[in-house]
């Protein structure tokens, strides 16, 4: 976790405000709003803010302008590759109707893809169904079992967006989007708070 997160006054979520703020995010005219003021302060999101205010550096190879997992996600990928990879010998892919790969069972994974996959549904891509992995998170999950170099705060900044956007009542992100709301100077006196999520370290991965 980036120290800007990780130092959150009093390890606390403003609920209030990270409400506010996607109230604030969704518009029907925009399908991927990257700014939104919140109690009269402009908060922006889209990547290359993000990217600054959390000090993250984008790897690129030379003669390369995007990072490699960007190049990976426009590649056709053989589905056994990625089985062969996160699955426990033996396990592989649930097909569907048609007979094509379609999802992998979560307690078919390797406990490093099982603990990738969880970093991933609480810090990347939230959602609340944990038990399989899509297509699309099995790229993710698959590029960061590799170690693949990504400009993960893009994808944040595009999963916000999209929160923003849906009928969903999670609130994703809540200590990023906390830390910048306080560091703009949106201040709040409200008692809605909420403790940071315990750390997925080894005590974690034994847990669950």
Known sequence: MHKRVANLQDGIIDVAVVKEFYANLYSPEDQSPKQVRVRGYLIKIDANILNTFLETA??????????????????????????????????????NVEGHPWKLLRKDLTTLA??????????LTPTSHTSNLNMDRVRLVYGLVTDMDMNIIALISSQISTIAQSNSSRLGFPALITTLCRARGVTSNSLTYESLSSAINLAYIKNY
């Open 58 to 95: 984008i790897v690129l190879e030379e003669g390369e302008t995007l990072p490699t997992y960007s190049r990976f996600m426009r590649m056709r990928i053989d589905p056994q590759e990625f089985a062969a990879r996160l699955c426990i010998p033996g396990r592989g892919f649930v097909l």
């Open 114 to 123: 099982q603990t990738w996959s969880v970093f991933s549904y609480n810090n």
